[in-house]
């Protein structure tokens, strides 16, 4: 698949000059670092970068550092051989050796356990590596792209992530912006789920009243891309006739004009709250429903309603 066929909208001034960063960094083989909120489309960029490069035609491995157990995390990565843990009944190729020429893409690299970090450090200085349980060394021929919602250098300063790998990952870092600081990107974006999800649906005649898209544009998106994606499914959905309007979609998108301004002037801490807030309120304090619309887990959801008081 080329990088043409794998579409990213930038309209946003902000996202041309992240997206200009991206081609660049496409054609070199140096490990990457990627940075933004959840749901701003981290993913969709390495696959974008991966695309754009020459590695295009060989593997695209990905790990979910934050779901899977420590021990699984370093079995997918660098695999094992038999024996090597309790379950281990055979030898098994990991991630790394899989890739061969590719892209392997850790997601939430935050989440990774002090061990697999060393021996993540050890794998981008020497491009070397061993299975579980294995004597052998194997090179490593694939790509990096590192992925992840957190503040590293706080957690640096907390203990819970090492320096040398942050300095071995800071080399190349693309920020992706969150949405509401893209706000061009919102009416083509808007147009580009319409078109692919409409016809999903059996909708594909269907158009977005003006009135809604003035509330689209209005909103500011704590959920970014991945909630705005909801939101168009939503009255895709829901809504009686052709012509999507405002009452088709969520309540939250009014909570959400009436704040963006203000938002602007609060502390990264203050907007989350908000956001959270917000969100709670507009879906009558429906867990699963606010988590999915702001792009968190349940479980974080729950953390952040009782570290602000909202009950």
């Known amino acids: 698949m080329s990088a043409a066929r794998l579409e990213w909208v930038a309209a946003d001034p902000a996202s041309e000059h992240m997206l200009k960063i991206a081609a660049k960094v496409a054609g070199t083989s140096t490990t990457v670092l990627i940075t933004g909120e959840s749901g701003t489309g981290k993913d969709h960029l390495a696959r974008w970068i991966h695309e754009a490069g020459p590695r295009r035609d060989a593997p695209f491995l990905k ?19 038999r024996g ?36 993540l450090l050890r794998v981008i200085e020497e491009r070397q590596f061993e299975r579980l349980g294995g004597t052998e060394t194997l ?4 790509r990096l792209i590192a992925l992840t919602n957190a503040d590293l250098e706080r957690a640096v300063r907390g203990g819970h992530f090492r320096e040398d790998l942050l300095f071995r990952l800071n080399v190349l870092v ?3 912006p969150p949405l509401r600081e893209r706000p061009r990107d919102i009416r083509p974006l808007v147009e580009y789920f319409l078109a ?44 009686p006739g052709e012509t999507l309007k405002r009452e088709d979609f969520p309540a939250n998108l009014d909570v959400g004009a009436e704040t ?9 801490e203050e907007m989350e709250k908000e956001a959270v807030r917000a969100t709670l309120e507009a879906t009558h304090y429906k867990i699963a ?23």
């Open 260 to 268: 963006a301004a203000t938002m602007k002037l609060q502390s990264l």
């Open 84 to 119: 090597a843990f309790t379950g281990a009944e055979a030898r098994k190729r990991g991630r790394l050796e899989l890739a061969r020429e590719g892209t392997i893409v850790l997601d939430e690299v935050a989440a990774l356990a002090p061990g697999a970090q060393s021996k």
């Open 196 to 239: 692919r999800l409409a016809p999903v649906h059996g909708r594909s005649g269907a158009k977005i009243d003006p009135a809604a898209m003035n509330a689209l544009e209005g909103y500011s998106w704590p959920g970014n891309v991945r909630e705005l994606k909801n939101v168009i499914e939503h009255a895709l959905i829901f809504a």
């Open 63 to 81: 790990i979910d550092c934050a779901s899977l157990p420590s021990e699984l995390v370093e079995s997918e990565l660098f695999g094992h051989e």
């Open 289 to 311: 429903q606010a988590a999915e619309i702001l792009g968190i887990s349940r479980k974080t959801l729950l953390e952040k309603r009782k570290k602000y008081g909202l009950v």
């Open 174 to 176: 693309i920020i992706v």
């Open 139 to 142: 090179e490593m021929d694939s």
